[in-house]
């Protein structure tokens, strides 16, 4: 130690003593030099007897030594004695502990004792100070609040669970105090005007303890007080009772809490406690198998690994603690054994390292050198980590560089240079690394961290404690917006908080653990990671209680890519995949997504989907045909995002499904209807299929029937039958006329269809374009049919049937429906009334449905939008078909569009026009179903298509909606 480092450390003492009026006698005084080592070892110290003038005089009165840092809370309580108030109690306790901090200090300095009993010392003053202060708050909150009791009345308690070095008697001059708040049972106060239940009394009691240690006031502060060891950390209430303390230890505790839990310590413990018995019994069993639990030594090599990917990733360099070789590989060493070991081998169930490691020998598991050598690192290393800590009362791990530090750890460490120190620092280190990897060594299996460590470091922080900073640092490595960190680390945060609480499982939270470094890597690498991250999160959250679907995630490496895709351009699918997990099977094949079914074999394919379910099972049959719809939806949402199938094909696609699922509810209902009523008399058997004729036919309207359906369409549905007046049934168990029962397979049809459930409802069904609308029948004869179109329909309906066709029913009945179309929209009309009548249908339309803010433009409503290529579309049949029946051939717009450029309806370039139009207005609106949005733009788009459309509205109609 240099001559003048002690030299500026004797100035400060003639100053200190100048100053408070001592006298000093330098050279005979057998106290001064003890006293100028302490000053030279710790600024701490120096600045204490600054602060506490009696202090100084005490030690130049006499030196402390290891016999006076003892009987802290006899000394402690004839102090809090005298206190009155909280602000009292807080100085009182800073004050205690830096007088006592700074003895142990000048004891520790002159090394008037080893590095154990140094340690102890620290723990047993804190263990007073925790105690001192919650039993001076116990009792004033017991004056405000009255005394809390249980059903018994019982006087409760709060029991501190030191964690950590606490725990195991040995810490820190600067450590933190990882603390766990519990009491042993519900109940409410009593003695006050207003009782209050235990639970808020104890957490009153918890947060003013935490206050008195923590907050950091004009004296310093008593202990950095940590309270995330406790049950779902800050996430977790503050006090739990003994039971919730139970639940939560024999269904969520994990293996870092049973690490954590060995050298958990009640502060204060009294053997003859009740309560503190039953709380040590409780926990035993979480800490300590019954069976040797060779699990331990992965999750520790896996604690272990996390460390040291934390030490490379904060640039931690000489860092005796967390590094190669260092005091938590020591810990490792002996907790490992502790784990694997200690609930058979009750003698290892001990808190302290260096009295359980001489166990270690009779036991067979180290030899007597290797426990020498992990004794002799240890106390080194912490003595080093004292001395670090003690220079300036600060919480440091870390080797100095700068050179008086370096020589204050040479000189109490008995090495002549800071060289020779570290050449013992690392003959240690080299020792415990040794027998770490004997013991832990790596994983021989090879690893996701060798093949990626983002994903290893991922794994380290992706959990509800992550903090803000941790998940920046690994952003860094991604094309990540700076400005976008909160957010992400908002929704990461929130969701993981959520999930602390779940009862996931340990083999579900295993997965996760595994599956989540793999989301966030791809996940963050893709442009569009804002909008992904809420919807990826969504299906996972939805899906964390079910095992299966996560092993399926993890295990099949090609579904995240895909739905990332997906789900980064459709909400809707994200949503379909939350709400109905079943669907990640459709990813599980790389070209499934992209394999389209045949448009006719939709039917076929669904047949073969509902054999596996009973007929019998209504409910399972409606859930078949959820399934397969939803299945299907998310291929043909895919094949739209992926490019696969322009927008008519997505559509024909859509509607094709559809009818497949028509003519299945068809059939389901037929069966139920004709199980307790028969079968109409009339009907007859198919030469072909020998099955018998239903005579019933389902007409589709709107998208339906213009082959045009989109993702969120309604099904427009009619019901024609072709029953005799007289005709009834036969073969069930009761007998009605055939109409009843044409009605009662209606009204049994549109229940399946409308039946909600958890899941939704199959589909909306819109039957109010039947003949009289709400007002008519459900169903009705041919013959009422085309005696209402041809003779009382306004001229709206017949613009509704232009767009119609047969999508259930015989060969025969189709065009049976066909020739009544194609007769009434060939019906000769005054072509000025026409017009008259379809421009005020338009009029009111867009009165009604058109309420677009300011700046936008309604794709459908809007004018030059959707409705008014359909409404020209309807004209031109309605107008064109008594001279070119043709006309009536198709009915969606496209190929009426086609059609009336053939019958020299509509010039070349207009029908190309009109055609452009539509489809690019109808693969915007599809586009925006994806992402669950109004079929709403900014009213700067698609200006061109508009003008067009008006345009040829003139042209045709010769005159313009009001505006």
């Given at each position: 130690m240099p001559n003048d480092f002690f030299q500026t450390a004797q100035q400060h003492l003639s100053q200190l003593c100048e100053t408070q009026g001592i006298t000093l006698d330098l050279q005979n005084n057998p106290q001064i030099s003890p006293l100028i080592t302490a000053m030279a070892m710790s600024d701490f110290v120096a600045t204490q007897l600054q602060k506490q003038p009696e202090l100084l005089a005490q030690w130049l009165a006499k030196s402390p030594t290891i016999a006076d840092c003892d009987h802290y809370s006899q000394r402690l309580q004839a102090v809090l004695s005298a206190v009155e108030s909280e602000e009292q109690l807080h100085s009182a306790l800073r004050?205690?502990?830096?007088?006592?901090?700074?003895?142990?200090?000048?004891?520790?300095?002159?090394?008037?004792?080893?590095?154990?009993?140094?340690?102890?010392?620290?723990?047993?003053?804190?263990?007073?100070?925790?105690?001192?202060?919650?039993?001076?708050?116990?009792?004033?909150?017991?004056?405000?609040?009255?005394?809390?009791?249980?059903?018994?009345g019982e006087k409760q308690e709060l029991l501190i669970l030191g964690m950590g070095k606490l725990g195991g008697r040995e810490l820190n001059f600067s450590s933190d105090i990882d603390l766990i708040f519990t009491y042993p049972d519900m109940g409410e106060t009593v003695g006050a005007r207003k009782p209050i239940e235990n639970s808020k009394f104890f957490t009153r009691l918890g947060q003013r303890l935490i206050r008195a240690l923590d907050e950091v006031t004009v004296e310093g502060f008593v202990y950095r007080t940590d309270m995330r060891l406790r049950p779902f950390g800050d996430n977790g209430a503050l006090v739990l009772s003994f039971s919730a303390m139970e639940d939560y230890y024999q269904e969520q505790g994990r293996d870092w809490e049973r690490?954590?839990?060995?050298?958990?310590?009640?502060?204060?413990?009294?053997?003859?406690?009740?309560?503190?018995?039953?709380?040590?019994?409780?926990?035993?069993?979480?800490?300590?198998r019954r069976y040797l639990d060779f699990s331990a030594i992965q999750s520790l090599r896996e604690m272990k690994q996390k460390i040291s990917r934390e030490v490379l990733r904060r640039g931690l360099v000489d860092n005796i603690k967390l590094g190669a070789g260092g005091i938590r590989e020591v810990e490792f060493i002996v907790q490992t054994f502790q784990m694997m070991r200690g609930g058979r081998d009750k003698i290892l169930q001990q808190r302290s390292l260096l009295q359980v490691l001489p166990h270690f020998v009779p036991l067979n598991l180290l030899s007597q050198q290797q426990i020498e050598q992990l004794q002799?690192?240890?106390?080194?290393l912490r003595n080093v980590e004292n001395i670090l800590q003690a220079i300036n009362d600060q919480q440091t791990q870390t080797l100095p560089t700068d050179p008086i530090d370096q020589a204050r750890i040479a000189f109490v460490c008995q090495c002549d240079t800071w060289q020779i120190f570290l050449n013992q620092l690392q003959q240690h280190q080299q020792n415990v690394r040794a027998i770490f990897n004997e013991l832990i060594g790596e994983d021989e299996q090879e690893s996701d961290d060798a093949e990626n460590p983002l994903l290893a470091t991922w794994r380290d922080i992706l959990h509800y404690q992550m903090t803000e900073d941790e998940l920046a640092s690994q952003l860094k490595d991604y094309p990540v917006e700076p400005c976008d960190y909160p957010i992400i680390f908002q929704q990461l945060s929130t969701t993981f908080q959520d999930w602390v609480k779940r009862s996931i499982g340990v083999r579900g939270r295993e997965v996760l653990r595994k599956l989540m470094p793999k989301v966030a890597d791809q996940l963050f690498n893709q442009a569009n990671y804002l909008v992904l991250l809420p919807r990826i999160l969504n299906i996972l959250d939805k899906?964390?209680?079910?095992?299966?679907?996560?092993?399926?995630?993890?295990?099949?490496?090609?579904?995240?890519?895909?739905?990332?895709?997906?789900?980064?351009?459709?909400?809707?699918?994200?949503?379909?995949?939350?709400r109905y997990p079943m669907l990640l099977d459709e990813l599980i094949l790389p070209k499934s997504l992209v394999t389209m079914i045949e448009l006719d074999h939709y039917p076929m394919a669904l047949q073969e989907y509902l054999m596996r379910v009973p007929e019998d099972d209504e409910e399972a049959l409606i859930d078949a045909l959820r399934q397969f719809k939803q299945s299907h939806i998310l291929r043909i949402a895919a094949a739209d995002i992926l490019g696969v199938l322009p927008v008519m094909k997505i559509s024909d696609h859509l509607t094709y499904l559809a009818e497949a699922i028509i003519g299945a509810v068809v059939n389901i209902a037929w069966r139920q209807v004709a199980q307790r009523f028969g079968t109409p008399e009339h009907l007859t058997f198919d030469e072909h299929s020998g099955e018998q004729q239903q005579d019933f036919v389902v007409i589709g309207y709107g998208k339906l029937g213009g082959i045009e359906l989109g993702y969120n369409s309604d099904l427009d549905l009619v019901f024609l039958h072709n029953a005799p007046e007289q005709s009834e049934t036969q073969g069930g168990k009761k007998s009605i006329s055939s109409h009843q029962f044409y009605l009662k397979l209606a009204q049994k049809i549109n229940g399946i269809f409308n039946l909600n459930t958890s899941a939704g409802v199959l589909y909306e069904v819109d039957m109010r374009l039947r003949p009289s609308g709400e007002a008519g029948l459900l169903v009705s004869t041919f013959k009422a049919y085309q005696d209402y179109q041809q003779n009382e329909a306004w001229?709206?309906?017949?613009?509704?049937?232009?767009?119609?066709?047969?999508?259930?029913?015989?060969?025969?009945?189709?065009?049976?429906?066909?020739?009544?179309?194609?007769?009434?929209?060939?019906?000769?009309?005054?072509?000025?009334?026409?017009?008259?009548?379809?421009?005020?249908?338009?009029?009111?339309?867009?009165?009604?449905?058109?309420?677009?803010?300011?700046?936008?433009f309604h794709l459908k409503t809007d004018h030059g939008g959707i409705t008014d290529i359909e409404f020209i579309a309807q004209y031109l049949v309605l107008n064109y078909a008594h001279h070119y029946p043709t006309m009536t051939d198709w009915s969606d717009n496209v190929r009426i569009f086609e059609r009336s450029v053939e019958c020299g309806i509509l010039t070349d370039t207009q029908g190309e026009t009109l055609k452009h139009c539509y489809i690019t207005l109808r693969n915007q609106i599809h586009h925006l179903n994806l992402l669950n949005q109004e079929a709403v733009v900014d009213s700067g788009e698609f200006v061109i298509e508009r003008q067009q459309v008006q345009a040829i509205w003139r042209e045709l109609l010769q005159t313009n909606v009001n505006k």
């Open positions: 004050r205690f502990r830096h007088r006592e901090m700074a003895t142990l200090s000048f004891v520790q300095s002159n090394r008037l004792a080893t590095v154990q009993q140094i340690f102890e010392r620290l723990s047993d003053l804190a263990e007073a100070l925790i105690l001192g202060a919650r039993d001076w708050l116990f009792e004033r909150l017991c004056q405000e609040y009255g005394t809390p009791m249980n059903e018994l690490y954590a839990m060995i050298k958990a310590k009640i502060l204060g413990e009294d053997l003859n406690n009740i309560n503190h018995k039953y709380l040590k019994q409780l926990l035993r069993p979480f800490v300590y002799q690192a240890y106390l080194f899906i964390n209680t079910r095992t299966t679907y996560l092993e399926l995630l993890l295990e099949k490496e090609q579904i995240l890519p895909q739905l990332m895709q997906l789900c980064g351009q459709s909400i809707m699918i994200s949503e379909q995949i939350a001229t709206w309906e017949s613009q509704a049937l232009v767009r119609a066709r047969a999508v259930y029913g015989s060969k025969n009945l189709r065009e049976k429906f066909t020739q009544i179309r194609q007769e009434t929209l060939s019906m000769a009309r005054a072509s000025g009334e026409l017009r008259s009548e379809i421009c005020k249908m338009r009029a009111k339309m867009y009165e009604h449905l058109s309420h677009t803010t300011e700046g936008k």
